[in-house]
Each structure stands twice: as C-alpha cells, then as structure tokens.
C-alpha cells in the first residue's frame, strides 16, 4: 500500500511465528523420501512412525507428561474443541455444567456457546482490571453439576498470565475436570501438568516456531473424555485421520527447541519489550498499558491510545512496514471491540484505541528503537486528523 518501505518489522508472534530453521530441517525429510503413511505395516512406514512416536516424546517432555497421554491434532483450536465437548458428553451423567472465563480464544468461547445450545450451562467468570480470573471465583461458581474448568494459561491479546496451578488444585479439589489453552503459554510459562493440576492442556504448532496446522491435546491418563473426530484408528483409536507426518515432527523439534531454555528466553525478550513499553508510555500523552504490569507473557505489549482508531494505527504503522495487531474491529463490520479488553473494564473508545505488538526470537533492539522512532510520529498524525468522535469509528481519509 506505501512504496516508502524499506523494511518488514514482524511484531505479531502471538498471531503466528515464522518456523525456526532447525524446524524446517527436521521436517524436509518427512516431506520428501519418508513419505509412507503410519499405519501402513511394511518397513518403509516405520520411519513415518518413529518420526511420530519421537514428536511425541518431545511433547510429552515438555509439559512433564508421558507420550502415552499426548494426542496430536491439526490446530490448537481442533484440541480445545476436542478437550471441551469431549468432557462434556463423556460426562453428562454426572453434570452438564461448565466453568470457564470471560477473556478465553474463541475457540474455547465459541465451543462453550454451541454446547449452550445444546443443553449444557456454562458460566462465563469475570476478570479484574488486568485480566486475571480470580481463583475464589472458581471456587464459588462450583456447583454439584460442574465437570470441567477451562481456563486459559494466558491470554493471547493483553499477555495476562493466570493463576493456573491456584485454579487446578481447587478443581481438583472438588473432583472438577481442568483444562487449559496452554496455546500462548508454551515457550514461556513452564509447564508441570502434575504440578499444576492439569488434565487437559492445548498447544498449537505455529505459535512457538512450529508449522501451522499442528498442535496436540495432553489427556491426563483416565480422564472421561469423547472422541470428536470419528474415523480410522489413528492416535490410538481416539482420533482419526491419517497423520500430517511432517508437521508432528516439525511440531516436536519446535517444542524441544522453545522450551530448553525458557527462563533465558523470556529474560531477553522482557528487556526488549520493557523498554517498548517504557518509550511507548513516555513518549505518547494519553496511552496506557493494557493487561497485568507483571504477571504477563515477556514478548506482549498491548497499548490503549485516546481519541484514534486501532486499524488507523496498523495501516500507518504497515506503511512503515511494522506488522502488528490491534482489538479493534471496525472492519469487520461489527463495531464491537475486543471481548478481552471489554472484559478487563476498558471503555469502547479506549478499546478501540488498542495496539497489540508481540516480539520474538528474531527481534532486536534496533526494532525497538524503530518502532519507538515510528510509533509516536503515527499516533500524533492520526490525533491531529481524527475527530475526537470514536463512537463513529470513522477512518482517516488519507489513512
Ligand atoms: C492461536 C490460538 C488458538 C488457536 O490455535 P490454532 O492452531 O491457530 O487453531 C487457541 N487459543 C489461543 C490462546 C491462541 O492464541
């Protein structure tokens, strides 16, 4: 749209990642000469099924699991429907009624809602300011009926890390299933799922330098739980379809490479994003920091800007080639803004002012001092040439 640029500054890896090149080396050989599907007996398929069975391991690894209890599907979405509804009807006898929180992806939210439809109740706990689900008010909202608590590890617009272990042993306390999309989380929260009570767990292959259209569900060993897609006898009879080889495998490498040093990673990554946040605050009146100042992914930074328009400030800011993301959704034809920073108490106008920039690996200070450098000059552009009217939700003519 500008021919100004000079450069792409990628600033959205809780959108998605670019794949680590170690990950694309484990994967060429699985896209090209070990081709033979799983389940087929000669011994040309076994190098298929080791590479499966090795993926599995590094999965199970990574979360404290065993590989017994991994369970390989083709997107983080297709593990969070999985682990919900699957709960659900497995567990009807005993109770159709389900806990979860107001901020969750879509793909728990939406699931929630179907199962709504279909005579479970749900109920939706509220967060505080910064996002977080109080672990009192899943206490609370217990009841006789309840099966399943899922709440996520953390959160994918605002960054907030929640109480997940608190959350799991009350669950489990009370002989209540829990689940959580760990989608976010993996790479930079460290995961014991014994230690924290977890029985269900989510992940996503492309969020931590994976491929897209991987991910897995950890089912804890006797959790009741349906099938949700029915077919052939993959994944030990409990999810059917021919597996996508190389991206299991491209999926393994990248959790082995993202969680091996998880505590070295989110110290550098934090001092890029702290000083973001600090140039951000200081050099633009009128903006804020959304989601918790401390308990929040290392490489998330959401902003609100007063009196501008979210996709105002992504089109600038994509003419100075900066990819970003914002809660705002005019475009889409609804004017209604981000579920997430409505939840949190913000404000229509406030939400719609929102900037979502989440680093990764292949940042580096130079990027911040660019963004530092562009953003204030974008966000003083718009404010000078945008009506102070953001129930309009009107964009700028030259934007
Ligand atoms: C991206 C994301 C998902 C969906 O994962 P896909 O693999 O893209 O389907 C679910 N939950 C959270 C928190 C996410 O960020």
């Not at 709504?116 to 109080?134: I, N």
Request: hydrophobic fraction near 40%; charged fraction near 20%; include cysteine.
């Amino acid at each position: 749209m500008n021919d100004q640029v000079e450069r792409t500054l990628y600033m959205d890896h809780a959108a998605t990642t670019f794949m680590k090149p170690e990950v694309v080396a484990a994967m060429a050989p699985y896209l090209s000469e070990h081709f033979g599907n799983p389940s087929s007996l000669y011994r040309f398929a076994a190098e298929s099924r080791s590479g499966v069975e090795a993926a599995r391991r590094q999965v199970a690894a990574a979360l404290g699991a065993t590989p017994a209890e991994i369970f390989f599907t083709a997107s983080g979405t297709e593990a969070d429907n999985w682990a919900i509804k699957g709960v659900a009807f497995a567990n009807k006898k005993r109770g159709s009624h389900i806990i979860t929180s107001a901020i969750e992806h879509h793909a728990v939210l939406h699931t929630c809602e179907w199962l709504e439809k279909q005579g479970f109740s749900v109920t939706y706990l509220p967060v505080d300011k910064f996002g977080r689900v109080e672990p009192a008010s899943v206490e609370e909202a217990i009841t006789d009926e309840t099966v399943l608590v899922s709440v996520m590890t953390a959160n994918n617009e605002i960054g907030t890390i929640q109480p997940v272990a608190e959350i799991g042993r009350i669950a489990h306390d009370h002989g209540v299933l829990f689940h959580t999309d760990a989608v976010q989380a993996i790479g930079a929260v460290p995961i014991d799922v014994d230690a924290m009570k977890i029985d269900l767990l989510s992940l996503s292959g492309h969020k931590f330098y994976g491929p897209k259209g991987t991910g897995a569900l950890y089912i804890r060993r006797g959790t009741r739980i349906d099938t949700l897609v029915h077919g052939g006898g993959q994944e030990r009879g409990r999810r059917a379809g021919t597996e996508n080889v190389p991206g299991i495998v491209g999926l393994g490498r990248a959790i082995e490479l993202a969680t091996a040093d998880i505590e070295g990673h989110n110290r550098r990554i934090a001092a890029m994003r702290d000083r973001l946040i600090r140039g951000v605050l200081d050099a633009i009146p009128d903006s804020r920091l959304n989601g918790h100042p401390t308990e929040r992914l290392p490489n998330n930074a959401n902003f609100s800007f007063r009196y501008v328009e979210g996709e105002s400030i992504l089109l600038l800011l994509d003419g100075h080639g900066i990819c970003a993301s914002t809660g705002s959704a005019c475009s889409s034809g609804s004017l209604e803004p981000s579920h997430v920073l409505l939840a949190t108490g913000l404000s229509h106008e406030e939400a719609h002012g929102s900037l979502r920039l989440t680093l990764g690996d292949a940042n580096t200070e130079d990027d911040i001092d660019y963004v530092l450098e562009v953003l204030p000059e974008v966000i003083g552009r718009l404010r000078r040439i945008s009506p102070l009217t953001p129930a309009s939700c009107r964009m700028p003519e030259n934007g």
